[in-house]
């Protein structure tokens, strides 16, 4: 039985893996913001006899202090975790600011991931085979990185922040595997293509019709599970692998550029610094900072 923690596990690929692997006899620990749903993640796991492996951790994901205290709340009741699968996001045609002065698909789509992968890495290291699943668009291929406007205050579009997010989040992978020696989770970047999900989000009207199209033409998400069940199980021996749809990606793709990883490494632990003050292993060392806001 391994123990496998969801982010995003109430709604779309999540909950369709959240369900399959409590169903394999996994233990499942669902994080995600609506208590309704999470009951109903919980009613079900019940109904099929596994409400003793089912276990749902209400949070905000945006919020920096969220994601702390979740890392607090999972260290504390699961000595090891196996699996780390992050599918948490949320689409926004107009661009809102958190609570603590981050954009918000920057602080739910990729500071979160960064957050809950470095912040597990104690429970995950005791694991026999730890591996950690960014569920993301990839960044190959997509427009460049707004270094000097990563919040996009200028000229905000929905879509340019996800795309971004998916190419922040190849470079989260990137300086993860960097630090190897300390880290035996293996970092797993997966673009499972277009899928049938709930994407969930807040959209203007042309947005609305252009995700209804999407997912008329996308897969059934339970085409979508068994790919990521044959990594959990078998992960890449590399400290670092990426796929899109099942095909492996070269690393020496620009998108997984080591110089671009280290300086979004740098702005991300000034970002935490400046916001918290913490000095801990999930902000190491000095910085820069940046307009991630």
């Known amino acids: 039985m391994k123990t496998i923690v969801v982010t995003g596990g109430t709604s779309g690929i999540g909950r369709a893996l959240a369900h399959t692997c409590l169903g394999r006899g996994d233990q499942v620990v669902v994080i995600a913001p609506d208590p309704l749903k999470g009951k109903k993640f919980l009613d079900t796991a019940q109904k099929a006899g596994a409400a003793d492996r089912a276990v749902f951790i209400e949070a905000d994901l945006s919020l920096i202090s969220e994601n702390r205290r979740v890392i607090a709340e ?132 042309a947005t609305a019709a252009h995700v209804d199209r999407m997912k008329r033409a996308a897969r059934p998400v339970e085409f979508t599970v068994p790919p990521i069940l044959e990594i959990i199980d078998a992960p890449p021996r590399e400290p670092l692998s990426a796929f899109v749809e099942g095909t492996p990606l070269s690393l020496l793709h620009p998108a997984f550029d080591k110089d671009a990883a280290a300086r979004l490494d740098s702005i991300t632990r000034e970002l935490l610094r400046d916001k918290t003050g913490s000095k801990s292993t999930s902000v190491p060392g000095a910085g820069r900072p940046s307009r991630i806001r």
């Open 74 to 205: 999972i260290e504390d009741r699961f000595p090891v975790v196996d699996v780390l699968v992050l599918c948490a996001r949320y689409f926004r045609s107009h661009r809102m600011v958190t609570s603590e002065g981050i954009e918000h698909n920057v602080a739910l789509y990729y500071l979160s991931r960064y957050l809950l992968g470095y912040g597990l890495v104690d429970v995950m290291n005791k694991a026999g085979t730890p591996v950690v699943m960014n569920i993301a668009g990839p960044g190959v291929g997509a427009p460049g990185i707004h270094w000097d406007d990563l919040g996009l205050e200028r000229g905000y579009d929905g879509w340019t922040a996800m795309l971004q997010g998916g190419r922040l989040n190849d470079l989260l992978g990137v300086s993860f595997a960097e630090g190897r020696s300390t880290r035996r989770a293996r970092y797993v970047l997966l673009f499972p293509g277009g899928t049938r999900t709930g994407f969930a989000g807040e959209f203007d009207a």
